[in-house]
């Protein structure tokens, strides 16, 4: 393993051969982040040549169990046997998943098959953080936050697009296909180009703390999908699925502090900053997918927006969060300062989302869309910050179960925003149709709060007008829990302590430390 010097000189010397491994990285997230939005633009088309409607929602709750369950071991894998043989095993495994996905011949098969592309899955993100962790210096990592928020608005807006026209003139198997070509390409520069150290480490995989993980965030998942859909809140099943998961947790926690080589090392949360990362990230998730779900759907409902273009819809936020986040990179890499960017982001969320609540049916898309920028500024101040101070907190021997850690914070954020969010929604909806359509208005909202726009043309016009007053109750109620829950982001960026980033040149002896973070800088050999 080179030492920091020579890693340094390493990455000095062969700027390009780090472009190119970037490039890689950034198709590989790419790739976690298109998949769902394509597959979700798809579903109409899948549905009607292998039917399985009744088990529609198991393809993409499959693909989300499998990538959730598998994150935080793909992380500690990487740790402990090396980067990037766990993330080119990940991307092969995503890809296997992709073909037989494209080849299923009914719902049975396309489910299991999308549990398989989830399982890789859970491994690209990470993998990306990780890796970028292990090559460039927190100090110069912001640098490189405007290219991945970039990759993230692209696929946000470019995935039902994009899922759209392949659908339309290829057929729905390309939608899996497409990753294949991205998949190969990723692959052929990871191996020629990239070179970490390998590790062969004596300790064994902790089975026993994985499988508790797995059934803990399986049953969390499940949850926080079915509950009020599926299922009543107070339902015996979704009581028992609590039951399991929180046992399932609590000995986690026990085992973890037991086990010779943890999943999770608790160790890790010593450090105020990265507890507190974690808890901005979950918050962030929480924020962010319960905007991406209901911002369309509102204007789409209310402003009659075409649903074809679902994506540029949320251009505003999107390109406010690119921008912002490019900013604080640049601010980041220039200064070693970032506590200001949680702090900020945080009050311009809960500034941005209360804003939000306040729309209603004679709402302008103009309007919408200033305060939708609110909410993209406040984001793309935490979006990658997050995960830049998190891996500054740790060791570097731990840098993957960070990232993993991290990311699978964001993603039961993202899990139980939309699903609070969801049963906020569902609720104010189906109240006010009741009362501003009476016994008609029950009936429309019975089956979903959600309608489409075929569905919502065919409602007389009294009905629709009643609906478009529900739907604009029902994301005021939305985005109003949001900004409270923005809130405690807050209160947590306000704590966050102003740690030298590694590669920000010599630490002061009255600078304050928290845990390794301070000293150390990426070994690798690039």
């Not at 149709?433 to 208005?441: K, N, T, V």
């Amino acid at each position: 393993m080179a030492d920091t010097q020579t890693a340094e000189t390493g990455a000095e010397k062969q700027p390009k051969s780090v472009r190119v491994v970037l490039l890689a990285l950034m198709i590989t997230m790419m790739l976690a982040m298109l998949d769902n939005m394509i597959v979700g633009t798809a579903m109409p088309t899948i549905v009607g040549e292998l039917g399985g409607l009744e088990h529609l929602s198991w393809v993409v709750t499959a693909y989300t169990l499998a990538t959730a369950a598998s994150t935080p071991i793909w992380g500690k894998l990487g740790d402990m046997y090396g980067r990037k043989g766990a993330f080119m095993t990940s991307i092969v495994i995503f890809l296997i998943g992709s073909a037989l996905s494209g080849m299923a011949q009914n719902m049975g098969e396309l489910i299991g098959f999308r549990a398989i592309q989830g399982l890789g899955a859970g491994g690209l993100m990470v993998g990306v953080m990780a890796i970028i962790g292990d090559l460039i210096p927190p100090r110069e990592r912001g640098k490189y936050q405007g290219m991945m928020a970039g990759v993230m608005a692209l696929a946000m807006i470019g995935g039902p697009l994009v899922g759209g026209t392949i659908t339309d003139n290829w057929g729905w198997r390309w939608s899996f296909y497409i990753n294949l070509p991205l998949g190969v390409v990723s692959l052929a520069l990871i191996s020629a180009v990239l070179h970490l150290p390998k590790k062969r480490s004596q300790s064994r995989i902790d089975y026993l703390g994985a499988v508790l993980l797995t059934v803990g965030i399986t049953s969390i998942v499940l949850v926080t999908t079915w509950g009020g859909t599926e299922y009543a809140w107070t339902s015996a099943r979704i009581m028992e699925l609590i039951g399991i998961g929180v046992a399932s947790l609590i000995g986690f926690v026990f085992w973890q502090t037991k086990a010779t080589e943890p999943i999770v090392p608790l160790h890790i949360f010593r450090s105020r900053n990265f507890t507190l990362m974690s808890i901005i990230g979950f918050i962030t998730g929480f924020v962010m997918f319960g905007a991406t779900l209901f911002l369309p759907l509102y204007q789409q409902s209310v402003q009659g927006a075409s649903a074809t273009n679902s994506g540029l819809l949320l251009l505003p936020m999107l390109g406010a969060m690119l921008v912002t986040s490019m900013v604080a990179g640049r601010v980041t890499t220039n200064s070693g300062k970032y506590k200001v960017f949680p702090v900020v982001g945080s009050v311009l969320m809960v500034i941005g989302l209360y804003l939000l609540s306040t729309m209603d049916t004679g709402t302008s898309r103009f309007t919408s869309g200033v305060f939708m920028a609110v909410v993209g500024l406040g984001m793309g101040c935490l979006m990658q910050i997050t995960m830049l101070v998190a891996q500054n907190s740790v060791e570097l021997k731990d840098m993957g179960v960070a990232s993993s850690s991290t990311t699978l914070f964001r993603t039961l954020g993202s899990s139980f925003g939309v699903a609070i969010m969801g049963a906020l929604f569902n609720s104010r909806v189906q109240d006010v149709m009741s009362e501003r359509a009476g016994e008609i208005g029950s009936k429309i909202t019975e089956q979903s709060a959600q309608l489409d726009a075929a569905s919502l043309a065919k409602l007389p016009a009294v009905a629709r007008e009643a609906y478009q007053h529900a739907v604009s109750s029902g994301t005021h109620s939305a985005f109003l829990l949001g900004a409270v829950v923005a809130v405690v982001a807050l209160v947590a960026a306000v704590f966050v302590k102003e740690v030298p980033l590694k590669g920000a040149g010599p630490q002061k002896a009255d600078e304050p430390t928290d845990g390794a973070a301070a000293v150390q800088s990426p070994m690798v050999e690039v």
